[in-house]
């Protein structure tokens, strides 16, 4: 537990508007599932790099652990604080400037608490995209997704966030700042240490600000909800559409019969565009800069084959902004519905994207035979083969009971992924709930070099203690 002195000094640097104590702290210490519930002394919220630097030396100097936290939006309890009570929350929510957006450099310089979604925003009014896409971008912010490395929705065209950073500014564990906010496309001077920074989960230091490259907006964008009898069948059609064209791609979305159903049933206004219900669905989008690229009858020219040939039993053109946000809906509120659900167990995991559907058939089954009346609600990224295999507790079961079931679902489907040389986390990171599988997933030279890393970065071991390293 800091002392008041500490607490005091922190004060003097943030101001009261930055420090929060007591009651004022419960929105920082649960994570987005309620699944951890920590304590902390205090939430800072320093106004810019210079302030965030001051505290951290001063949390360096009397070795306070550090939590921090962006949007608080972590699927694995990332950027939740400790039942102890004695770890900071150090939340980037006031560092919300734009400094600079370039649209011939097709770069933006930001600071890391600007949400996904107003940076979006800003790119956009500058003609250009952001092309890193979440359900959880109205609160999740850029520093926490560099810190996950977030994929997402686009990734199948763009990648993760990784591949959108050019440069970063970043406070390390003693309170220094590494200024390598550079916009530069070639740069090959030694160690890339802004990619050591990204997906770090705020172990090793604390991202302050970052440069971003855009892309072109696109001129034309065409979004279609597909109905498959089976993933064999979404992946034939991911197929189709990479050979038609596969810069127009821009995702390709996978849903189950049950997701959809939770959706449907939870959340307000959803409707379901088709006459009849299926196994599965698919969410496609097709975008392009290009003027005249005709996107509108390649998307119709595919679906009309797959038709023909039973890979889509039905399906459905957006027909306007609002019809395409619908469908987006139906995708993007999948966790929100599985949350209201009831309980769930979450497996972000990722295949080769050919044995996608080998893995959903194997996972189902022994899921099933683990755990009668389980429900696997199977969805997600199937364009990058990361499928959220996602467990929902049988209809009547006690939620705790079934909570307490983790571990062995969780083991359950990574012996599967494991089949199918896949890994045990896909975009979500590590956090708080997976480190123990570090060892028999990455143990040996790589964890070796990961605990290395951490020791000499953070060899107080102050940054976010006991995430992403058992
Ligand atoms: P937080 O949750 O605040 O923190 C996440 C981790 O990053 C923690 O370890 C924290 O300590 C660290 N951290 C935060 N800020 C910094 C910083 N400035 N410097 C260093 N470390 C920092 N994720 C995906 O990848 N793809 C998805 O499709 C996706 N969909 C989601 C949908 C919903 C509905 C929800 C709730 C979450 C989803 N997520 C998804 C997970 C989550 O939104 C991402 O991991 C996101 O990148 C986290 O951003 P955040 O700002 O909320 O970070
Ligand atoms: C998503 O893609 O919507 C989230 O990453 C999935 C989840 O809730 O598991
Ligand atoms: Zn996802």
Redesign the pocket.
Known sequence: MPDSAVLNAIRAVVGERGLLTGDSTAGYVEDWRRLYHGRTPAVVRPANTDELARVVRLCADARIPIVPQGGNTS?VGGATPSETGDQLVLSTARMVRIRDIDPLDLTMTLEAGVTLQAAQQTAAEAGCLLPLSI?SEGSAQVGGVLATNAGGNNTVRYGNARDMVLGLEVVLADGSVWNGLRRLRKDNTGYCLRQLFVGSEGTIGIITAAVLKLVPQPREVCVALCAVPSPEAALALFARFQSHDPAAVSAFELMSGPGIGFVLRHIDAAVLPLATHAPFYVLVELATPRPDAGLRTALETVLESALAEDIVSDAAIAESMTQRAAMWRLREE??EAQKREGASV?N?VSVPVSKVPAFIRHASEACEALMPGIRPVPF?HVGDGNI?F?LQQPVDADPAWFLAQDHAIMETVNDVVREFEGSFSA??GIGRLKPYMMASWRGGAELRLMQRIKAALDPNGIMNPGKLLP
Do not use: I, L
């Open positions: 699927m359900a999948h966790s979450k972000d997600g959220h996602n975009e979500h």
